[in-house]
């Protein structure tokens, strides 16, 4: 992966995580690594294809300016999304210097913006229209998010057919959707960040909460010198 900023970089492999540095224009890339080191030996990667334990919470969004997805190879612009909270393995998520198990949400890999390995839960967002009582939620074999193309999530999609992985039924759907509310229309992903995901890792992932601090952060921007007064003739 490269740098670890939600603005131009994708999580890296020794920190697959979701905190994004904030920028004015596109969101933060995956977080870095926690502040607190990690001491216990991390448990065995679980076999994938994966299932997510539950569907918490879904809230569709659209952005007045889109910024670049970097958790796939095609890297599109992304002006609407679904931010998600999902109840998960944690041995899925914890965090390692190797690849992991990739987040997919039907036919598209989802941006994961906290580990999630102590609380259990993982903020996540899934660019473009998605509905979600047709589009099964699972972990898939580790890789770096950032070499997924359209031939790859293919491929796992058939692994997870094939495990039969399945949408969570509509009941479960609406109840994660009315959780959510309506649809948030924000300016940018800064503020899809700031506004949104900030509180809902304060309240499924508090032990995250450096994260939300990060996403907080006022936006610096360049100002562009003034131009030197002309003369009076």
């Known amino acids: 992966m490269k740098a670890i900023s939600f603005a131009a970089c994708i999580l890296t492999a020794a920190s697959l995580a979701a905190a994004p540095l904030v920028m004015a224009d596109e969101p933060k890339a995956p977080p ?45 612009n992304v002006t609407t999304g679904t931010l998600l909270v999902l109840k998960v393995d944690k041995a899925l ?15 598209q890999t989802a941006e994961r913006l906290n580990h999630g390995h102590k609380s259990g839960h993982v903020i996540a967002i899934v660019p473009g229209e998605v509905d979600l009582t047709k589009q099964p939620i699972w972990f898939g074999t580790p890789d770096l998010p950032e ?24 009941e479960k759907v609406k109840a994660a959707l009315d959780k959510g509310g309506e649809r948030l229309r924000l300016e940018d992903a800064t503020a899809l960040l700031r506004e949104a995901a900030a509180p809902l890792i304060e309240e499924y992932s508090p032990q995250e909460k450096h994260l939300a601090d990060d996403f907080r952060r006022p936006v610096i921007t360049k100002k562009k010198p003034k131009e030197p007064a002309g003369e009076e003739d």
């Open 32 to 76: 870095a690594k926690e502040k607190t080191v990690e001491t216990e030996k991390p448990p065995e990667i679980p076999a994938t294809p994966a299932t997510v334990a539950e569907l918490v919470y879904a809230r569709p969004f659209t952005l007045a300016k889109g910024y670049k997805f970097f958790w796939s190879k095609e890297r599109q």
């Open 93 to 107: 998520v914890y965090p390692r210097a190797i690849a992991m198990p990739v987040l997919y949400v039907g036919d």
């Open 147 to 170: 070499r997924v193309d359209a031939k790859k999530i293919k491929s796992e999609r058939a692994l997870a057919d094939k495990a039969k992985i399945k949408p969570f039924s509509k």
